[in-house]
């Protein structure tokens, strides 16, 4: 799809930043398709950026498909709080977090971090990657990063009771006092430490630049984020006099206040009005959601019209290396053909014999009898 150029766009001197988790996206959840379409509606009228905590593979995870960019889907990227940055789909001078603390400090603290983590009481879990190092920033987790969506949400509500996160916070802020650091709690299940200033206010400095790459001065920065009290990972900048800050709470939230802001219409664009780049973007996500919640949207859209019949029956069959991905190891990996079809059989058993396996034939038109078979070869 193609958009305008920045400078040829009727809000030229206004761009829309927005924070991922709770924002854009449920927290580490993938992108709904009506968010993507607002999105892409919104660049039309203005520039828009993302800036989060997380590395780029991550809000690729979220944000992006297998085969889409996620920097392709917005003019600015701002991943670790823009200390890795890409503008226009290239990237931007990056700053790390390591060259400016040194490994002797930076161990010390790693140590301490891990020795406070190792006696904590009381946790509902304790998964694996307690200290996750980004380019700009170490992120810290007292369940771990590797926990699962059930354990984040067990360790969430714990928190929220035990202020587990935020004793962890004030310890470290006593102990390191003298290296200059910040630390922010965000998301569900950690908190980032960086050197003063480099919170998501450091963003700015590349929106402001703009006006020395393109000749445009960003007059308007709306910046859109749930963790904006003091003590949450966008407060620095939701306060920052340079931007007009919106406090959201969840996407849902996000969408009504763009729609609100920017005169965007409610109802979400017509299939047959999207471009091919589009549908498909909206495909796969909602492929991988009918993956792992099995989610019938994608049969339903796949259906609409030709054009996502024909890209619905390339995901769900024919090519080996887009027909189902998953992610793991935070990494989007293709995973093998036939099994992928093996395991939709047997979820197809799952469903059960009558509905399931009737709306399984209906979408591939085979046979009663094949579908019963194939349900039978899906449960060994």
């Avoid at 603390?101 to 509902?124: D, H, M, T, V």
């Avoid at 005169?263 to 471009?275: G, T, V």
């Avoid at 054009?307 to 989007?332: C, H, M, N």
């Amino acid at each position: 799809m193609s958009f305008p150029d920045l400078k040829d766009r009727p809000l030229k001197d206004t761009i829309c930043l927005f924070d991922v988790d709770e924002t854009l996206t449920k927290a580490r959840q993938s992108v709904k398709p009506e968010m993507l379409d607002l999105l892409l509606r919104l660049r039309q009228k203005c520039a828009i950026g993302y800036v989060g905590g997380s590395d780029l593979l991550k809000q690729q995870e979220q944000l992006g498909t297998p085969s889409i960019p996620v920097t392709t889907l917005f003019d600015f990227c701002f991943p670790e709080n823009g200390l890795t940055a890409f503008r226009l789909g290239q990237p931007l001078t990056s700053t790390s977090f390591i060259q400016h603390l040194g490994q002797e400090k930076y161990q010390k603290l790693a140590k301490f971090c891990l020795r406070y983590i190792s006696e904590l009481e009381g946790l509902p879990a304790m998964t694996g990657t307690f200290i996750e190092f980004r380019n700009g920033m170490i992120n810290v987790s007292p369940v771990g990063r590797n926990a699962s969506k059930a354990q984040r949400d067990e360790f969430n509500a714990w928190d929220d009771k035990n202020n587990c996160r935020a004793k962890f916070v004030e310890t470290l802020q006593k102990e390191f006092a003298d290296l200059g650091l910040t630390f922010s709690i965000g998301g569900q299940i950690s908190f980032d430490v960086f050197p003063t200033g480099w919170d998501k206010t450091y963003c700015l400095r590349h929106v402001e630049n703009e006006k020395n790459v393109s000749g445009i001065e960003y007059k308007n920065i709306h910046f859109f984020g749930d963790k904006w009290f003091e003590g949450g990972n966008d407060h620095e900048i939701y306060e920052d006099p340079r931007t007009i800050g919106h406090a959201v709470r969840d996407p849902e939230h996000t969408m009504e206040l763009v729609k609100e802001l920017f005169q965007l219409p409610r109802q979400m664009a017509q299939l047959s009005d999207l471009p091919i780049e589009v549908l498909e973007i909206i495909l796969q996500h909602l492929y991988i959601s009918f993956i792992y919640t099995h989610d019938r949207s994608f049969f339903a859209v796949m259906e609409a019209l030709p054009e996502g019949q024909a890209i619905g029956e390339r995901l769900f069959y024919d090519t080996p290396d887009t027909s189902q991905w998953t992610v793991k190891e935070r990494q989007w990996r293709p995973l093998d053909l036939e099994f992928a079809k093996r395991r939709h059989r047997y979820w197809a058993s799952v469903w059960g014999m009558n509905w399931g396996l009737q709306e399984y034939t209906r979408v591939k038109r085979r046979s009663y009898e094949r579908g019963r078979l194939w349900w039978q070869d899906g449960r060994r």
